[in-house]
């Protein structure tokens, strides 16, 4: 937040545009100008990144994906504008009501077909077929922050769980790399079949301004990559929160507009064992230690949230697959032992 009347200021002497009321859309600042809502995001990619996210956006709605956010440029015709002192974004959320009935699962779905074949000539937004790669570059990034902490005289609480848990979590990405190459089969994926995903999906993960408006989609979080990335992260969520009504309502909507084959659950498998969350806030903490003391106990408090959940996690993944892979998914995929949380 900025200097009180200065986000406002900012917005019209940018825009143009006069701010009638302020919003939190999540982690991002929005606002309404008369019926209109707007909704600003960091600029945190290149043009070229954005160009093309804006390009499937428009493929997007082209298609009949309905309620997807648009880019508004400022008086000058820029599309990146500091506002409170940050480079940022400005989005429009779509004015009609959405009345296309589409639950998440079957907007997905659609999104997913839609999008096949899109491939972008920018490294960073491809992500299909190279998973493998990417999870053993952060597993050994995390192997370092462990080496590091070892050695450390004085160590933190957060250190001690570290240390203590690192070597659980990683046999686990051990796992599902291992799983990613027999079972999913990475290497085999015929080319240009990926499709639009997200970077991180989830339910909500979509912006409402309010009832009338649902399931609005910001381009910025668009990636290119296998739909089993969606999927994946969806239950992610789903199995961490033990929410398993949405879990069956989100994959019975989906299979609606799309077909789940082996490959598919198989990869959605690997997803899913990987332990990203573990992974994200270790990498959060270490790269960002000494920056924050409040962080830093917020982070504690996730740490010991995430081993509590662990066992139940991972009673979900394995009966999620036991379900969907019979054949793939026994025992010997998931009998590594789990009783490591004090």
């Not at 064992?273 to 996730?302: A, C, S, W």
Request: hydrophobic share 35%; with cysteine.
């Amino acid at each position: 937040m900025g200097v009180p009347g200065m986000f406002e200021k900012n917005i019209y002497d940018q825009y143009g545009l006069y701010c009638d009321e302020k919003y939190q859309f999540g982690q991002y600042e929005g606002f309404r100008s008369g019926s209109r809502f707007y909704v600003l995001m960091p600029s945190l990619r290149r043009h070229d990144h954005l160009w093309v996210q804006l390009e499937w956006a428009e493929r997007l709605k082209g298609r009949g994906v309905p309620q997807i956010a648009e880019l508004v440029t400022d008086t000058a015709g820029n599309m990146v504008t500091r506002v409170d002192g940050v480079q940022q974004l400005l989005f429009q959320l779509p004015e009609e009501e959405d009345r296309s009935g589409l639950s998440e699962g079957e907007a997905l779905a659609m999104m997913h077909e839609f999008g096949d074949g899109w491939v972008p000539e920018v490294n960073d937004l491809h992500l299909y077929g190279r998973w493998l790669s990417f999870w053993e570059t952060r597993m050994e990034q995390l192997e370092a922050f462990h080496h590091t902490i070892d050695q450390r005289l004085q160590k933190t609480a957060f250190d001690q769980q570290f240390l203590y848990t690192f070597p659980y979590y990683l046999g686990r990405a051990e796992t599902a790399m291992q799983w990613l190459v027999e079972e999913g089969k990475e290497h085999t994926l015929p080319p240009f079949h990926g499709t639009v995903n997200h970077t991180r999906f989830k339910p909500g993960a979509w912006m409402a301004a309010d009832e009338n408006r649902t399931q609005v989609k910001l381009p910025l979080s668009f990636v290119y990559d296998h739909p089993a990335r969606d999927v994946g992260e969806c239950l992610r969520y789903c199995y961490e929160q033990d929410d398993l009504a949405f879990e069956t309502e989100f994959l019975e909507a989906y299979a609606r507009g799309q077909t789940f084959q082996p490959q598919m659950w198989a990869l959605v498998g690997a997803r899913l064992i990987f332990p990203l969350t573990y992974v994200e806030l270790m990498e959060e903490h270490y790269l960002n230690e000494g920056t924050n003391e409040d962080r830093t106990k917020t982070d504690e408090v996730q740490f010991e949230q995430l081993l509590e959940r662990e066992e139940r996690y991972m009673q979900r993944v394995s009966q999620c697959l036991r379900d969907t892979l019979p054949r793939s998914a026994e025992g010997h995929w998931f009998m590594r032992d789990r009783s490591f949380v004090q």
